[in-house]
């Protein structure tokens, strides 16, 4: 499951092998009125295949939906990836921004003028990082991006579900790596290190979904 807005792509660079397992790319629907993340969550599960051995991998936003699916499905193993497994992971300005309903006037409307900003004369930088927001950020229904952000910010998970094997990067800016607790750290792994550490995941993931744990002492464990 990919991050909040994203589409399945981010996971484009990921390679398992074929022969030993079979990859649902999950994208996010069009939340109902009203919905509920766990209700959300609920119909999420009817992507997923039943009768087989599952595993549950999320990105970041798509890290704590998985969480809320592994409740209605057994599962083999839950990954989260750039995530969260609690609501006291998440930093201080997440926490002020649910506490003070601030979440509530952030102009997600705005998200659909990223075409327009780009013909504006902006550096190489800045125009790179729109094209990448471009290539992966395709969900920018303002319903959807309500719901998201205020099931993210809102989220009321009080102990890890377990089990869950979480992978976080140590340069997470996002979900800074010093409010998390038992996980692998990523060396300089960023909030999107599913794109740019993409040769770590595709060596390691399949030891994950079979063995629960990395043999490697390359590997932090926090």
């Not at 009203?34 to 087989?52: G, I, P």
């Not at 649910?98 to 504006?120: A, C």
């Not at 340069?171 to 770590?200: A, E, S, Y």
């Amino acid at each position: 499951m990919p991050g909040m807005a994203a589409n399945p792509s981010v996971f484009e660079r990921i390679v398992l092998p074929c022969d030993e397992f079979k990859i649902i790319w999950l994208s996010w629907k069009i939340p109902e009125n009203e919905e509920s993340l766990s209700d959300y969550a609920e119909r999420m599960v009817e992507q997923v295949v039943k009768d087989e051995p599952v595993v549950l991998i999320g990105v970041s936003f798509g890290g704590v939906l998985v969480q809320e699916m592994s409740k209605f499905i057994k599962v083999k193993r839950l990954i989260i990836i750039s995530s969260v497994k609690t609501k006291h992971e998440l930093p201080k300005r997440m926490k002020f921004a649910r506490d003070t309903g601030f979440y509530k006037v952030l102009p997600t409307s705005l998200l659909n003028y990223i075409t327009q900003i780009e013909k504006l004369p902006l550096g190489d930088l800045v125009r790179k990082r729109l094209k990448l927001y471009q290539q992966y950020l395709s969900v920018n229904d303002k319903n959807y991006l309500d719901w998201a952000i205020k099931e993210m910010l809102c989220w009321n998970q009080e102990k890890p579900l377990d089990g869950t094997i979480h992978i976080h990067g140590e340069d997470d800016l996002v979900f800074p790596i010093r409010n998390i607790q038992n996980c692998i750290v990523i060396p300089k792994g960023t909030h999107i290190m599913i794109l740019m550490k993409f040769k770590w995941f595709n060596n390691h993931l399949p030891e994950l979904i079979i063995k629960g744990k990395i043999n490697s002492e390359k590997n932090i464990q926090k």
